[in-house]
């Protein structure tokens, strides 16, 4: 391998590289001066790369021809770490970085600079050694090259110490996914953007009256509780606002205080309930820079709601978010737009007098237009009325005029023009910003100053006047201009969401596409064109390119005065987004990974909201006007998951976030999403299968049921749909519908026969689901259909307890005047201490008068003792109970469900997952092979099995278990494996553990498969595994069962993950002690010395992970074990416990011959008996040969040096397993053999 014309070949092929390399580096933008650096360094050593090619080939020639000379030292450009793969390692990051996958990327991705100074500066740096290097392979220095060769390792020892920094940044990261996916999972309205782009836009030096303003200081001093500032609208409320938040966000950092805001918007009244505006309210306290963690009461609620796949109600919402701000002097709250929040202003003053309620120290702040229930709600309030001052307007006026080509150019040739104009509009404007903005804008068309004066003497006095100007003037432009100004601004107004510029683009060039073409870069109109042609009615935010129209008034001036323009907008936009879906671009079919998946929506940035709304307006529109587009679409097969799939995008971006969508869904269930009632029916009539489902088993109706369209519903009812189908977790439509609060669809289903109690995974009922959503309404319809009241979960949940303890007084209320009654047991004990807790005691009295029969057991005697005066108990360390027992000991035999109440855990995993063939199997669980029912993406699941009846002891070992992988799910680390899902199965006393797979299998398969790695590849493991397990330590959890079988390969890039937790134990170090524990388990032959002594003398502690791992760095490197019974001779007349105790094992040749001797002095280190010496895992992952370059003595490479095993018996084998108790669970070993 290391022969000069495989050299020289690989020097060609880095060559081509650094080519490509620089010249993606002339064509980027930004960056300047690093750029330059870096190119020029970049073609300097490039240049030294050559000269040593033609030395190589030289050197070549002159063997050939006059025998061998002098010969180079082109071993050291050889092997896994070399200068040549270094250089090629940089050159493929800069060419990732600076490459676009295609036309279309490279037009939505300009190339920028995408290199931080200090990423610059360590390129820089290691070519300036890489150049050295060359130079001295050239001259043939061999001592001047040991050197060289030294300070690349140690610059790949750095680059370790920088891994290591890379990998608890990705720790941190991974943490960060995990506590951001619980966030996003309370809101999906986020105004953190809209806020910045808003404080952008404020003129400096206005606003300063209301920021001294009197009211508003004492507001923000917490003088008043409440502050109203109505306003015309255009007067500038909404930046008054944003000036208002940079205040607290910067002069309020220092007090206790918390602060949120919310704007809202006029086009999403529908999305802005009150629960989904306290959703927001709570993701932003959860995302304040003091919530470093997610809060226990935040998971619990998110855990009880995941468990049933229910939403939190308003009242929970209230109560959490008075939980998490009650140590706080003051929660600000800051609402834009109260009179845009929703579409009753009742609604919204109901809204306001909930975020009241969340408690005394609240401080709300809000801005409104005029209006008389506003006034009479704000009757004793403080106000504050907000008009745009003159001297604001003035300052505005002032800037705006130079910013404005044509009419600064006028104001140059005649200095005064420019006081006439602002004297004139601040005149004019009514107070309002928006006026003068408009008014400012007519006056940028002006051809001369004469025009520009006349102008200023026919301003238009309202604001329909002055939009009727701003669209004349667009209609006066050229005839094709004009036309795609009013395309570009219609399609803005009826958008279901903020559009950006660059999904203008994608639509205006799918509308000019004709007879199946594929959409092309060259198809793009020109961006500023496009947003050009509309101006003075639009506005784009030149951060995030999102375009908008310049006022929420601009779409009420539409609805009024121009309803049929709108109306063929809408119908153009529904037809442009089915024919954009259904584009040759994507008839490859929906992605099968994220990062594929992320591409398609980079490169095509359309197909998400085309997916979303395609038949949003449908319902407003003439059938015969929008059905050959669908028909046209459907029939194309791979069509509906690429729809489904680009609908299913979550907010956030976690693992297999794309595949998350159900696969084979027909078209009719993608259609019942939207109120299609007419649709529908055409597509069944055209051959569509009424109870056509995909693998989530929803069907139509069902989808129907679940967005609320009664009319569907009905529709479907009528051609025949099954009432009572059900999908693949058992849940019925009106499951949905209930679950959803959608009385509406409720009453239909049940006048179509419905069945009320349908019982879906969990035994979850349409009742219980009325509860979880908190419709009253719901709940009085199902209850008068006969719910029945008594009918339990798998917890031992009812509807009344649920709504206990969940806070729904009025719904507990109704449903205990209806006879119902608290479950008996743990459920109706829980659900009453809950309720007591938030406020309800008088109902709880009212439910609890027999105690025993709710709680299950008597009321206890509790003997009475004066407070005072109390005796000291001294505090003694925690201590796990020994799981040890006889025959004679009482089992503490527990109801499962009890036991698992503790665990917060979900059921329904057969309806979930398929399950498949059996992978593997121990003494406390089977592992079989399991795949997502909806998804098909693969996982493992470890089932743990109890005895009949249970007993807390049962799943004593499973506790640690479950607790570390639920810290790691708030902690994660990429080589430790991850828990995807956790079930109990109440039938068969067993829970499920869900894991991500590992496709290469174990590392034990992998040894047994290649005999042995070599150096490079066992340094690639095991700088992933003594990683994973440093993250451990450092968290105080020790392993205990280190070897090949729980290291999962998950990739072919040997990506590991350590997996099987159910020895590991926590250690509390807090202290700054390191506590040891003295259970005797492990796997014989990968324990250490400590943990073979007499149970008298046995305590030990981090240390067993690390001699484990010597082990298994043992096995990696030869391919058998170091200690083994099969060592037992005459001559060496010692059994498996004994090697261990003494330490004693060997490196037999030839099988360790071409290991490298700092590998030796690692595992030296590692196998130490001594555990005060022994190697911890930082000084492992410090070790020199976890740095070096992998080239050993004699030339030779790691991948020439294996041998087949031949050594006898000696092979590699499944070991046992120790238990807790010593046992050994394979073969029954004795604990006394070892």
């Given at each position: 391998m290391s022969d000069p014309l495989s050299i020289t070949a690989s020097v060609i092929t880095v060559l081509e590289l650094a080519a490509t390399a620089t010249n993606y580096l002339r064509g980027i933008k930004n960056g300047d001066t690093d750029r330059v650096n870096l190119r020029d360094e970049l073609r300097s050593t490039t240049c030294l790369l050559e000269m040593l090619r033609d030395r190589i080939e030289d050197a070549e020639d002159a063997a050939t021809t006059s025998g061998p000379g002098r010969p180079l030292y082109i071993k050291a450009l050889y092997g896994p770490d070399s200068p040549l793969v270094q250089f090629q390692r940089i050159l493929e990051d800069i060419i990732k970085q600076l490459s676009p996958q295609s036309k279309l990327r490279q037009r939505s991705l300009p190339m920028t600079w995408p290199f931080t100074k200090k990423d610059t500066a360590e390129k820089l740096s290691c070519l300036e050694r890489l150049k050295s290097h060359f130079i001295l392979v050239m001259q043939n220095d061999l001592a001047q090259l040991t050197q060289a060769?030294?300070?690349?390792?140690?610059?790949?020892?750095?680059?370790?110490?920088?891994?290591?920094?890379?990998?608890?940044?990705?720790?941190?990261?991974?943490?960060?996914?995990?506590?951001?996916?619980?966030?996003?999972?309370?809101?999906?309205?986020?105004?953190?953007?809209?806020?910045?782009?808003?404080?952008?836009?404020?003129?400096?030096?206005?606003?300063?009256?209301?920021?001294?303003?009197?009211?508003?200081?004492?507001?923000?001093?917490?003088?008043?509780?409440?502050?109203?500032?109505?306003?015309?609208?255009?007067?500038?409320?909404?930046?008054?606002?944003?000036?208002?938040?940079?205040?607290?966000?910067?002069?309020?950092?220092?007090?206790?205080?918390?602060?949120?805001?919310?704007?809202?918007?006029?086009?999403?009244?529908?999305?802005?309930?009150?629960?989904?505006?306290?959703?927001?309210?709570?993701?932003?306290?959860?995302?304040?820079?003091?919530?470093?963690?997610?809060?226990?009461?935040?998971?619990?609620?998110?855990?009880s709601h995941k468990k049933y796949g229910t939403r939190p109600?308003?009242?929970?919402?209230?109560?959490?978010?008075?939980?998490?701000?009650?140590?706080?002097?003051?929660?600000?709250?800051?609402?834009?737009?109260?009179?845009?929040?929703?579409?009753?202003?009742?609604?919204?003053?109901?809204?306001?007098?909930?975020?009241?309620?969340?408690?005394?120290?609240?401080?709300?702040?809000?801005?409104?237009?005029?209006?008389?229930?506003?006034?009479?709600?704000?009757?004793?309030?403080?106000?504050?009325?907000?008009?745009?001052?003159?001297?604001?307007?003035?300052?505005?006026?002032?800037?705006?005029?130079?910013?404005?080509?044509?009419?600064?150019?006028?104001?140059?040739?005649?200095?005064?023009?420019?006081?006439?104009?602002?004297?004139?509009?601040?005149?004019?404007?009514?107070?309002?910003?928006?006026?003068?903005?408009?008014?400012?804008?007519?006056?940028?068309?002006?051809?001369?100053?004469?025009?520009?004066?006349?102008?200023?003497?026919?301003l238009p006095v309202t604001l329909d006047d002055t939009y009727s100007e701003a669209l004349q003037r667009i209609y006066d432009q050229p005839a094709d201009t004009a036309e795609l100004a009013e395309t570009v601004l219609l399609w803005i107004i009826c958008a279901r969401e903020t559009?950006?510029?660059?999904?203008?683009?994608?639509?205006?060039?799918?509308?000019?596409?004709?007879?199946?073409?594929?959409?092309?870069?060259?198809?793009?109109?020109?961006?500023?064109?496009?947003?050009?042609?509309?101006?003075?009615?639009?506005?784009?935010?030149?951060?995030?390119?999102?375009?908008?129209?310049?006022?929420?008034?601009?779409?009420?001036?539409?609805?009024?005065?121009?309803?049929?323009?709108l109306m063929a907008a809408r119908l153009s936009l529904t037809k442009v987004s089915l024919a954009y879906l259904g584009l040759p671009n994507f008839l490859s079919g929906f992605c099968e990974s994220d990062a594929a998946m992320l591409q398609r929506l980079t490169e095509y940035p359309f197909l998400e909201y085309a997916a979303k709304h395609w038949g949003s307006d449908m319902n407003l529109l003439e059938a015969d006007e929008v059905l050959p587009s669908l028909d046209r679409l459907f029939s194309n097969p791979t069509v509906s998951e690429t729809i489904h799939q680009a609908w299913s995008v979550p907010t956030g971006r976690y693992p297999n976030w794309s595949q998350e969508f159900p696969r084979k869904s027909p078209a009719l269930v993608l259609a019942a999403a939207f109120d299609l009632p007419v649709i529908l029916r055409h597509m069944i009539a055209n051959g569509h299968k009424i109870e056509g489902k995909g693998t989530d088993g929803e069907t139509a109706l069902i989808r129907a049921a679940t967005f609320g369209h009664a009319e569907n519903v009905r529709v479907l009812l009528e051609l025949g749909a099954a009432v009572n189908a059900q999908d693949y977790m058992g849940e019925s439509a009106l499951q949905r519908a209930a679950r959803n609060g959608h009385s509406s669809v409720i009453r239909v289903l049940l006048d179509g026969g419905a069945c009320v109690n349908n019982k879906a995974s969990n035994n979850l009922t349409p009742l219980m689901s009325a509860v979880s959503s908190g419709h009253l309404d719901a709940v009085r319809m199902l209850v008068e259909a006969g719910a029945e009241l008594m009918v339990e979960t798998e917890w031992g949940d009812s509807a009344l307890s649920m709504a206990l303890r969940s806070g729904q007084e009025a719904i507990a209320t109704f449903l205990a005047d209806y006879g119902a009654l608290l479950p008996r047991g743990m459920a109706g004990r829980r659900a009453s201490i809950i309720a007591s807790r938030r406020g309800l005691q008088r109902l709880v009295r009212r439910l609890t008068v027999d105690y025993e029969a709710i709680a299950g057991r008597p009321l206890q005697r509790q003997s009475s003792r004066i407070m005072s005066g109390l005796p000291e108990s001294p505090e003694i360390p925690w201590q796990r109970p020994s799981n040890l027992h006889t025959e004679s000991q009482e089992r503490d035999e527990i109801s499962f469900a009890e036991l698992m109440e503790q665990y917060d855990i979900q059921t329904g995993f057969y309806q979930r997952y398929n399950m498949m063939e059996q992978i593997g199997k121990g003494h406390f669980a089977t592992v079989y092979l399991c795949s997502n029912r909806v998804t098909g993406v693969l996982f493992a699941v470890k089932m743990f099995h109890s005895h009949r009846p249970p007993s807390s002891s049962d799943f004593e070992s499973l506790h640690y278990e479950i607790q570390l992988l639920r810290e790691l799910q708030k902690h994660s680390h990429p080589n430790l494996m991850r828990m995807a899902d956790l079930f109990a199965d109440f039938e068969?006393?067993?829970?499920?553990?869900?894991?991500?797979?590992?496709?290469?299998?174990?590392?034990?398969?992998?040894?047994?498969?290649?005999?042995?790695?070599?150096?490079?590849?066992?340094?690639?493991?095991?700088?992933?595994?003594?990683?994973?397990?440093?993250?451990?330590?450092?968290?105080?959890?020790?392993?205990?069962?280190?070897?090949?079988?729980?290291?999962?390969?998950?990739?072919?890039?040997?990506?590991?993950?350590?997996?099987?937790?159910?020895?590991?134990?926590?250690?509390?170090?807090?202290?700054?002690?390191?506590?040891?524990?003295?259970?005797?388990?492990?796997?014989?032959?990968?324990?250490?010395?400590?943990?073979?002594?007499?149970?008298?003398?046995?305590?030990?502690?981090?240390?067993?992970?690390?001699?484990?791992?010597?082990?298994?760095?043992?096995?990696?490197?030869?391919?058998?074990?170091?200690?083994?019974?099969?060592?037992?001779?005459?001559?060496?007349?010692?059994?498996?416990?004994q090697q261990i105790k003494m330490g004693q094992y060997h490196y037999p040749s030839p099988y360790w011959d071409s290991v490298g001797d700092p590998a030796l002095d690692l595992i030296d280190a590692m196998l130490t008996v001594d555990v005060d010496k022994r190697a911890t895992a930082e000084e492992s992952l410090a070790h020199p040969w976890m740095c070096e370059a992998t080239i050993s003595p004699n030339g030779a490479t790691d991948a020439s040096m294996a041998l087949p095993l031949d050594i006898g018996t000696m092979q590699l084998m499944p070991d046992q397993v120790l238990d807790s108790e010593g046992s050994a669970i394979t073969t029954g070993l004795e604990p006394g053999t070892i």
């Open positions: 060769s030294y300070e690349l390792a140690q610059a790949s020892h750095e680059r370790i110490v920088d891994m290591g920094q890379k990998v608890d940044e990705t720790h941190l990261k991974d943490h960060e996914d995990e506590t951001q996916r619980i966030i996003l999972w309370f809101s999906t309205l986020s105004f953190r953007e809209q806020h910045i782009a808003i404080l952008e836009s404020v003129q400096p030096g206005t606003g300063r009256w209301f920021t001294k303003h009197e009211a508003l200081r004492a507001w923000l001093d917490g003088k008043i509780s409440m502050l109203w500032c109505p306003g015309l609208p255009g007067a500038g409320k909404t930046r008054l606002m944003s000036m208002v938040i940079d205040i607290l966000e910067h002069d309020q950092s220092s007090k206790n205080s918390l602060y949120t805001y919310i704007y809202c918007n006029y086009n999403s009244r529908k999305e802005q309930t009150s629960a989904a505006l306290l959703s927001g309210l709570v993701q932003q306290v959860l995302q304040h820079p003091t919530s470093e963690t997610v809060p226990p009461e935040v998971l619990s609620l998110y855990n109600t308003l009242k929970e919402l209230t109560d959490l978010l008075g939980k998490l701000t009650s140590t706080y002097e003051s929660l600000f709250v800051v609402i834009d737009a109260l009179d845009e929040c929703t579409e009753s202003e009742e609604d919204a003053l109901r809204f306001l007098s909930t975020v009241r309620s969340i408690g005394s120290n609240v401080r709300i702040l809000c801005s409104s237009r005029f209006s008389t229930t506003f006034e009479a709600f704000f009757v004793s309030t403080k106000m504050v009325e907000i008009f745009a001052r003159d001297e604001d307007i003035r300052m505005f006026l002032d800037s705006e005029i130079s910013q404005q080509p044509r009419l600064s150019k006028h104001v140059r040739a005649d200095p005064d023009l420019r006081t006439e104009i602002i004297d004139s509009i601040t005149g004019d404007c009514q107070g309002m910003f928006l006026l003068a903005k408009l008014h400012l804008d007519s006056l940028s068309t002006k051809i001369n100053r004469k025009a520009v004066r006349s102008a200023l003497r026919t559009l950006t510029v660059m999904q203008l683009q994608h639509m205006y060039a799918t509308q000019e596409l004709t007879g199946g073409m594929a959409l092309g870069d060259d198809d793009l109109p020109d961006a500023d064109i496009l947003t050009g042609a509309c101006s003075g009615l639009i506005a784009v935010d030149h951060e995030s390119q999102a375009i908008h129209a310049i006022h929420y008034t601009v779409h009420q001036y539409f609805e009024r005065s121009h309803s049929q323009r068969k006393n067993r829970i499920c553990l869900v894991m991500d797979l590992g496709k290469e299998g174990d590392l034990f398969d992998l040894i047994v498969a290649k005999e042995k790695f070599t150096e490079a590849e066992t340094r690639v493991i095991f700088t992933q595994l003594l990683s994973a397990i440093k993250f451990l330590h450092d968290r105080g959890w020790v392993h205990r069962d280190v070897k090949p079988e729980n290291i999962l390969v998950m990739d072919r890039n040997l990506t590991i993950q350590l997996s099987d937790f159910g020895l590991a134990k926590k250690l509390h170090t807090d202290s700054g002690f390191e506590e040891l524990t003295s259970t005797l388990c492990g796997t014989p032959s990968y324990v250490p010395p400590e943990v073979l002594q007499t149970s008298r003398s046995r305590s030990y502690g981090f240390g067993v992970d690390l001699w484990s791992s010597g082990v298994v760095l043992y096995i990696c490197l030869c391919g058998f074990p170091p200690f083994s019974d099969d060592l037992y001779t005459e001559e060496n007349p010692y059994t498996l416990s």
